[in-house]
């Protein structure tokens, strides 16, 4: 609820602000700057309104790993990926390079 209220007021200041600006730009015979104030409000606004919807965006509707009932995300499991191991003059395993890789597997029963 905040966040809506946020957005909203921070619409209002932009609009506000725009109109501020290109008033006094504008003159009796040409209207290029009032145009131009309307054409950035409004490509802010759907700026906005995008980056709003982002937060609910859940995917293309069309598919989803969650098809099947019966599939789901198992728990997370992390591990090396690409790592080097060698053993050393003394015996030790030493290993280097690669990354800690955390995901979570989907299982399908």
Known sequence: MIKK???????LAMVFSVSIVSAP???AGNGRGIGL????????LGVLGAAAH??????????SS??????????????WAGRRCYENNWG???CRGGR??????????
């Open 92 to 94: 030790d395993t030493v």
């Open 5 to 11: 209220f946020v957005l909203a007021l921070m619409a």
């Open 37 to 44: 104030g309307i054409a950035a409000g409004i490509i802010g």
């Open 66 to 79: 969650y098809d099947d009932d019966a599939c789901y995300r198992g728990p997370r499991e992390c591990h």
């Open 25 to 27: 730009s504008a003159q």
């Open 54 to 63: 982002a937060d609910r965006y859940d995917g293309p509707r069309y598919y």
């Open 100 to 109: 800690y890789v955390c995901e979570r597997p989907l299982i399908c029963e």
